[in-house]
């Protein structure tokens, strides 16, 4: 028998960061999963609670315990009563994870409800067998943490685990601050769960959590809101957060499908900048607003539906935000002033000015959106002759007065022909499988699609067939971001790095169809292998740099505290 080792505080520095949660239908369907986790992630709870007979499973165990005595392994059965799925009598959990100890455990669960409702000494029995990780579960709030606390501090655990359920962005603040003010004193591990609490489950952990949890693999997760162990490792580098990385993060709703985390930590890790960036789910602009300043957050990438919304919570913004009126990046100063950016512009002109000299080109936008206003105003900038058409034709024309474009009416259209087509509409967008134009309508050099989900859109399609040129969207996103970076780093972006991440991360959700079209004309085949490989001396693209650049004074850009003079 392995004698269980005792858990003294400073071991606590020993734990990895990250806890596997592993369930399994069986023992066997437990262990291979364990299996697959062990070597990489050599910190794994074993949920017994989710086997149909967890003692029966333990001699199986003990034997994966014997195998790798480098894992550090949890034990938790925890009872159906209190949120889990045991359906058994407190005593009969007690039983479980004695049983646990004596196999190998060097660590198991128990709930604060079943804690209180054993005899101390029995409680104590455990604790001097095993370390014992003392929890409490609200499934609905974050709220009475502190109450809910005292009543834990009454059990000497060896960590105090409180899981609160975030229904706003800011709950995931109450918990950072909980955390904060208990960890200097006790073991804590602390998190939100549900879908607006995720970011808790990274920011904990620079709040004083010893550890988070992650889902064994996508479709695993033991709790909502859990995300995946490789996520939390390799997404957001969940061992190297502490106390002094800077948060950045995506904000809007929805935002859980963004693929902005995905590419901006890839840039951050690339760059060897100590910063991580989130999804922040946010319902409303007041609940963000308030988190902006307690978590800090140092920068925002804005989207939908607040890139208009913020723009009266700033303090400054630069010319091109206050023209269009919509803003998709944000800094926040050191003493919380917000400073607002557009870096859409240079996401849209960039592709172009990397193919084309734009002054005199005729470019015609579909849609009088967002996105087109940033391509009206940008292309105008640059001297190109733009045109608008959009499914409601007064906006197209207030646009068209506004930026001192042309509107044009849809039925016009084949009649007429352009250098470029720009889609700013949604169309064609993840399961939408519409074209803006018909083919007749396509008189134009270059279709350049904003929408990026899928990286082939049925208009790309079109235009490929029909022997156009062809700009996906995935440029614009990946310019847009770069911008960012640049903006709150004060570093060049690592932009073949940033297009490469997206581009795989596309691919794996939506693998590209068989080719059925005829082969794309070479500078689409150069310009998709531009940002698909991250090549060893790829060229940077060429820096946008606006016509008459006015100077904004942005007080805490990433690097330092000091004044910082960001150019867009
Ligand atoms: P938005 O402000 O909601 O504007 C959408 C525009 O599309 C409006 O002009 C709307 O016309 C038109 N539209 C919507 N549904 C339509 C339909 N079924 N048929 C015809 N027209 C339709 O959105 P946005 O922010 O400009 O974004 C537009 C698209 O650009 C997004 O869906 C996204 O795919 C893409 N985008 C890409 C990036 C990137 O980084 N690649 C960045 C931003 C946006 P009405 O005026 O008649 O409603």
């Known amino acids: 028998m392995r004698a269980a080792p005792t858990y003294s505080r400073i071991q606590r520095f020993r734990l990895p960061r990250l806890c596997v949660a592993v369930t399994g239908s069986d023992p066997a369907n437990l262990l291979e999963r364990a299996e697959s986790h062990v070597r990489d992630n050599p910190f794994l709870e074993f949920r017994l609670d989710y086997l149909s007979q967890p003692a029966a499973a333990l001699p199986k165990l003990r034997h994966f315990l014997d195998l790798h005595p480098e894992a550090t392994v949890v034990a938790t059965c925890r009872r159906a009563v209190n949120g889990g799925k045991f359906k058994g009598s ?12 004596d196999a190998g455990f060097q660590l198991v669960e128990i709930e604060i409800q079943s804690a209180e409702e054993l005899k101390r000494d029995q409680f104590a029995e455990l604790k001097n067998r095993v370390g014992v990780i003392l929890s409490f579960h609200d499934f609905k709030s974050t709220k009475k943490l502190e109450e809910q606390f005292a009543d834990m501090r009454k059990f000497a655990a060896d ?17 950072m601050k909980f955390l904060q003010s208990h960890s200097g004193q006790y073991e804590m591990v602390g998190l939100c769960m549900g ?38 490792r390799d997404t957001y ?35 060897t900048v100590n910063a991580v960036y989130l999804a922040l789910h946010a319902k409303n602009l007041k609940d963000l607003l308030a988190c902006v300043n307690d978590i800090p ?28 009126g919509a803003c998709n990046t944000v800094v926040r100063s050191a003493d919380g002033k917000l400073y607002g950016f557009n870096t859409d512009v240079a996401g849209i002109v960039s592709p172009l000015e990397q193919r084309m000299h734009l002054a005199g080109k005729r470019i015609l936008i579909i849609g009088a959106g967002g996105a087109a206003r940033a391509a009206a105003f940008g292309l105008k900038a640059r001297e190109a002759e733009v045109f608008i058409v959009n499914r409601t034709p007064e906006k197209a024309q207030a646009l068209a007065r506004q930026a001192k474009a042309k509107s044009v009416k849809r ?69 847009q971001g770069a911008r960012q970076f640049e903006i709150w780093t004060g570093k060049p972006a690592p932009v073949a790095e940033m297009g490469y991440v ?53 007080k805490a850009a990433a690097k330092s505290s000091a004044k910082k003079t960001v150019r867009r």
């Not at 960590?159 to 918990?175: E, I, P, Q, R, S």
């Not at 007749?440 to 067939?465: C, G, W």
């Open 195 to 232: 879908e607006q609490g995720i970011i808790s489950r990274v920011l904990g952990v620079r709040a004083g959590s010893i550890f988070t949890f992650g889902a064994a693999a996508a479709g695993e997760e033991t709790a909502p809101g859990q995300i995946t162990v490789s996520e939390l």
């Open 297 to 324: 957050i140092r920068g925002m990438s804005i989207t939908m539906p607040y890139k208009e919304e913020i723009v009266k919570a700033l303090s400054n913004s630069d010319p091109l935000t206050r023209q269009i």
């Open 502 to 554: 997206v581009s795989k991360t596309l691919e794996r959700l939506q693998p590209p169809e068989p080719a059925q079209h005829e082969e794309p004309p070479a500078s689409e085949k150069a310009a998709a292998e531009k940002v698909a490989k991250p090549a060893k001396k790829a060229p940077e693209p060429k820096k946008v740099v606006a016509r008459k650049p006015k100077r904004l004074v942005v």
């Open 159 to 175: 960590f105090h685990k409180v899981v609160a359920t975030a229904t706003n962005l800011y709950d995931n603040v109450t918990m």
């Open 90 to 101: 407190v005593q009969a959990q007690l039983d479980i994870l004695t049983k646990a100890a």
């Open 411 to 479: 039925a016009d259209l084949a009649k007429l022909s352009f250098d470029v087509i720009i889609n700013a509409t949604p169309l064609g967008m993840n399961g939408n499988k519409q074209s803006p134009l018909e083919e007749k309508e396509l008189n134009t050099n270059y279709v350049f699609d904003l929408v990026y989900t899928p990286a082939e859109t049925k208009l790309i399609k079109m235009a490929k067939a029909k022997g156009l040129h062809v700009i996906p969207g995935l440029e614009m996103f990946v310019q």
């Open 237 to 271: 580098r969940i061992e190297s957060v502490e106390a002094s990385t800077q948060v950045y993060g995506v904000a809007g709703d929805p935002v859980s499908h963004s693929l902005s985390p995905v590419m901006m930590n890839a840039a951050f890790r690339r760059e």
